[in-house]
Nanobody, 129 residues
Framework: QVQLVESGGGLVQAGGSLRLSCAAS????????MGWFRQAPGKEREFVAS????????FYADSVQGRFTASRDNAKKTVYLQMNSLKPEDTAVYYC??????????????????????WGQGTLVTVSS
């Protein structure tokens, strides 16, 4: 089973940028889709982005499209979330996840989330105005 460790969260001013990292460890023979979710105080968890290890395809929530970019480094077994033009509404705890069954494109569906295999511990992103 894969274990995920997230880092890179912090405090940033609106309009600024931040880069989150999610490092995976553990032996894996199957292809994992990986991605990011976030949860703001008092709100439900929200899909942010996903990326396929198989074809490298990426998918984004409408709220972050054009501002956030998900990428991967196979050698480091790490996925990244580059966040630009940050807004106060982006303030949340950001979680990375990995799964061998569901396509990254299906991560938009909340019904899928409970079946995702591995989750990270989360990292807090605070955007001030």
């Amino acid at each position: 089973q894969v274990q995920l460790v997230e880092s890179g969260g912090g405090l940033v001013q609106a309009g600024g940028s931040l880069r989150l990292s999610c490092a995976a460890s553990g032996r894996t023979f199957s292809s994992y889709a990986m991605g990011w979710f976030r949860q703001a105080p008092g709100k439900e968890r929200e899909f942010v982005a996903s990326i396929s290890w198989g074809d490298g395809g990426t998918f984004y929530a409408d709220s972050v499209q054009g501002r956030f970019t998900a990428s991967r480094d196979n050698a480091k077994k790490t996925v990244y979330l580059q966040m630009n033009s940050l807004k106060p509404e982006d303030t949340a705890v950001y979680y990375c996840a990995a799964d061998r069954t569901y396509y990254g494109s299906s991560w938009f569906d909340p019904l899928v989330w409970e079946y995702l295999e591995v989750w990270g511990q989360g990292t807090l992103v605070t955007v001030s105005s």
